[in-house]
């Protein structure tokens, strides 16, 4: 069964750091391009950070030098360490395969991000 589930947000000053886990099933972490994804009110979801299966990353111009993506292949794990956070980062964060498939968008984890 394919299963992501997304944990670790929360309410955080800006400025501060979050810590978000995604664990995926075996059948779709495993060799996959993994990437995290948010949706903000209002607007459409967007791509924030992709890992390949190799360590290989890649991020968003909105979010490079402050979010670091990565991976425990062992533990079907993708994580996403995220510092210097701002409003504007206030979203529903989602862990999806890259490109992502519409069949395996999980409830996501609510950031925001507010004084």
């Known amino acids: 069964q394919v299963q992501l589930v997304e944990s670790g947000g929360g309410l955080v000053q800006p400025g501060g750091s979050l810590r978000l886990s995604c664990a995926a099933s075996r059948s779709i972490f495993s060799m996959n391009t993994m990437g995290w994804y948010r949706q903000a009110p209002g607007k459409q979801r967007e791509f924030v950070a992709r890992?390949?299966?190799?360590?290989?990353?890649n991020y968003a111009d909105s979010v490079k030098g402050r979010f670091t993506i990565s991976r425990v292949n062992a533990a079907n794990t993708v994580y996403l360490q995220m510092n210097s956070l701002k409003p504007e980062d206030t979203a529903v964060y989602y862990c999806?395969?890259?490109?992502?498939?519409?069949?395996?968008w999980g409830q996501g984890t609510q950031v925001t991000v507010s004084s």
């Open positions: 890992i390949t299966s190799a360590g290989r990353t």
């Open positions: 999806n395969t890259f490109p992502h498939r519409d069949n395996y």
